[in-house]
């Protein structure tokens, strides 16, 4: 059989990802003026990678036959193919469903959680809506010897029979991503963490995560809220297979809260440690799962960055957004001890939450830039469709376009701020958090160094 995984993104001047949000992608728009812009490019330009449980089912999928990654609508093999496997997104949400109506003579397996909080936009006669973590239906599929024509074809008849094939799976037994294709048409990139690089490789250790904030998170929806974690030997081994195949020593973890399994981090660090593995790595994770213990442990593994959510200055904004964090002093003193040991810091921080006022906001990123961290993100605060978040908001959505809900834009009537407001206060955000002298010396610095150095 030939499949076509057809992967579509609207054209835009901003970083278009399906793999972040729990899978609903995200769109680093960082405003309008004329820094941000600058800012857009370059972050565009800095990081790329599809959907990681994609590249997992083309693995599955070319054991026994033939599978062809592309994001171009006029690639021939879309007319030769037999099946299309079709990412879904937020982020693409309307170019997504356009290319399907160009597409109504062909069979598609649509895949990632949008599609399934959308089901009634994705659901077509030539449709199937696979559900919630896609690889593990097809592996399933393939398992169970049902990776042929006459089944497939009859799943296109009998929908409902996709229910059979969600049963748990041990997750060392997915096979890796296929990023050895991908990498030869595509560039797996993520220059924040070093600029010799030639490529990273996005790698997943856990999935799932407990914490309360899926008020507003999509990554619960996708990977449900208990923790399952691969074995350290597989995740070893699984690094030590793309330092031989692609000569690849970095590492970007995709778990939700890397960490957030003690026992497992430590176990994986000493491994690394004592098989000399030579990896940089960077994750994202909790500030409460950070202690003087690991802090050092990671680093000597190779832990170049970490992505931590701090969201918001205010006690009443993030209690009100059932966000629970550290208190200031200790993320002041995390960060630090982060950043001394040569582990930098990206400080996540969110804008427009339902409680927020100018002068929240304002006090929010005075504190990004009080905060020891190298970078910052300031994204904004959206009610996904399907998180509890939606619910309590959806008769004050103002966005029509899908598309838009994007992270960075203001999507529903705020009781206090305007969407103007928001755009000018996310573009003051990182102006005055980046464009200052300190922190160009100190961007440049180690920029220099990691050059220098290779780190
Ligand atoms: S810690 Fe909160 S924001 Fe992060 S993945 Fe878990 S639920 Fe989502």
């Given at each position: 059989m030939k499949f076509v995984i057809l992967d579509v993104y609207p054209d835009k001047k901003h970083r278009l990802v399906k793999d972040t949000a729990g899978g609903y992608g995200t769109g680093n728009d960082f405003g309008n003026s004329f820094f941000s812009k600058i800012l857009n490019k370059y972050v565009d330009?800095?990081?790329?990678?599809?959907?990681?449980?994609?590249?997992?089912?083309?693995?599955?999928?070319?054991?026994?036959?033939?599978?062809?990654?592309?994001?171009?609508?006029?690639?021939?093999?879309?007319?030769?193919?037999?099946?299309?496997?079709?990412?879904?997104?937020?982020?693409?949400?309307?170019?997504?469903?356009?290319?399907?109506?160009?597409?109504?003579?062909?069979?598609?397996?649509?895949?990632?959680?949008?599609?399934?909080?959308?089901?009634?936009?994705?659901?077509?006669?030539?449709?199937?809506?696979?559900?919630?973590?896609?690889?593990?239906?097809?592996?399933?599929?393939?398992?169970?010897?049902?990776?042929n024509v006459k089944f497939l074809?009859?799943?296109?008849?009998?929908?409902?029979l996709i229910d059979n094939f969600y049963s748990p799976v041990n997750l060392d037994d997915l096979p890796y991503p296929d990023w050895l294709s991908y990498s030869k048409k595509y560039r797996l990139r993520n220059d924040f963490f070093s600029l010799k690089e030639k490529v990273a490789i996005p790698i997943l250790a856990t999935r799932?995560?407990?914490?309360?904030?899926?008020?507003?998170?999509?990554?619960?929806?996708?990977?449900?809220?208990?923790?399952?974690?691969?074995?350290?030997?597989?995740?070893?081994?699984?690094?030590?297979?793309?330092?031989?195949?692609?000569?690849?020593?970095?590492?970007?973890?995709?778990?939700?809260?890397?960490?957030?399994?003690?026992?497992?981090?430590?176990?994986?660090?000493?491994?690394?440690?004592?098989?000399?593995?030579?990896?940089?790595?960077?994750?994202?994770?909790?500030?409460?799962?950070?202690d003087d213990e690991m802090i050092p442990l990671l680093k000597k593994a190779g832990l170049k960055l970490a992505y931590?959510?701090?969201?918001?200055?205010?006690?009443?904004v993030l209690k009100d957004m059932k966000r629970f964090t550290v208190e200031h002093d200790k993320q002041f003193q995390v960060i630090k001890k982060c950043e001394d040991s040569g582990i930098k810091v990206k400080t996540m921080f969110i804008i427009g939450n339902p409680e927020d006022t100018k002068d929240t906001i304002i006090a929010s990123i005075e504190y990004a830039k009080y905060l020891p961290s190298l970078y910052s993100q300031f994204s904004v605060f959206t009610p996904y469709p399907g998180t509890p978040a939606y619910n309590e908001f959806k008769d004050i959505i103002t966005e029509t376009k899908l598309e838009n809900f994007n992270q960075y834009n203001l999507t529903f009537n705020h009781k206090n701020l305007s969407k103007e407001d928001v755009?000018?206060?996310k573009s003051l955000a990182y102006y005055k958090y980046y464009f200052n002298l300190k922190k160009i010396l100190q961007i440049l610095k180690y920029s220099l160094k990691s050059k220098l150095y290779n780190i």
């Open positions: 330009q800095s990081i790329g990678m599809p959907a990681i449980e994609v590249m997992i089912i083309s693995s599955i999928l070319k054991k026994d036959n033939e599978v062809h990654y592309t994001r171009d609508l006029h690639d021939k093999k879309i007319l030769d193919c037999d099946y299309i496997i079709f990412p879904s997104s937020i982020i693409a949400h309307e170019t997504e469903l356009n290319t399907l109506s160009k597409f109504e003579n062909k069979k598609i397996f649509v895949t990632g959680i949008f599609a399934n909080t959308m089901k009634e936009k994705y659901l077509k006669k030539n449709t199937v809506v696979v559900k919630n973590e896609s690889d593990i239906f097809f592996y399933n599929l393939n398992k169970e010897g049902k990776l074809d009859n799943l296109f008849l009998n929908k409902d799932g995560c407990p914490y309360s904030c899926f008020f507003y998170c999509t990554y619960p929806l996708q990977q449900g809220r208990k923790v399952r974690a691969r074995s350290v030997k597989n995740i070893i081994e699984e690094i030590k297979y793309w330092k031989k195949a692609l000569g690849a020593n970095k590492f970007v973890f995709r778990d939700p809260v890397f960490s957030i399994n003690r026992k497992h981090t430590i176990e994986f660090c000493n491994e690394v440690i004592s098989q000399k593995l030579n990896i940089t790595f960077m994750v994202e994770t909790h500030l409460n799962n950070l931590v959510g701090v969201e918001s200055s205010s006690h009443f755009s000018n206060l």
